[in-house]
């Protein structure tokens, strides 16, 4: 499935995004959905996913009150809501997405999908 991701910029620290993954096609409704980001030399590291079959949503530890993760299969389009966000933030978030539905949504292996990436820059 292609991923197209939208929604990042600058923004001041304490100030909010809302980052969008559209997947034009296909069964979106049967896909698990990540987010992950990038930092400049720094590992990809998770942020957040919705299991298509799991109401359990989990959050990275540094992310967890401050962003929400939600679906819209109508749309076809997952999305990403950021508040209160810290210059440590910065970095460029993707999208993924996978047929797994299991505990193992947090690993980037898992993912057979990735979107091109949208930078998100905090300044202090």
């Known amino acids: 499935v292609q991923l197209q991701a939208s929604g990042g910029g600058l923004v001041q620290a304490g100030g909010s995004l809302r980052l969008s993954c559209i997947a034009p096609?296909?069964?979106?409704?049967?896909?698990?959905m990540g987010w992950f980001r990038q930092a400049p030399g720094k590992e990809r590291e998770f942020v957040a996913a919705m299991s298509w079959r799991s109401p359990i949503i989990p959050y990275a530890d540094s992310v967890r009150g401050r962003f929400t993760i939600s679906r819209d299969n109508a749309k076809n389009t997952i999305y990403l809501q950021m508040n209160s966000l810290k210059p440590e933030d910065t970095a460029v978030y993707y999208c993924?997405?996978?047929?797994?539905?299991?505990?193992?949504?947090?690993?980037?292996?898992?993912?057979?999908?990735w979107g091109q990436g949208t930078l998100v820059t905090v300044s202090s």
């Open positions: 096609g296909g069964t979106f409704s049967r896909y698990s």
């Open positions: 993924a997405a996978t047929r797994s539905s299991g505990s193992s949504l947090f690993r980037p292996s898992v993912y057979d999908s």
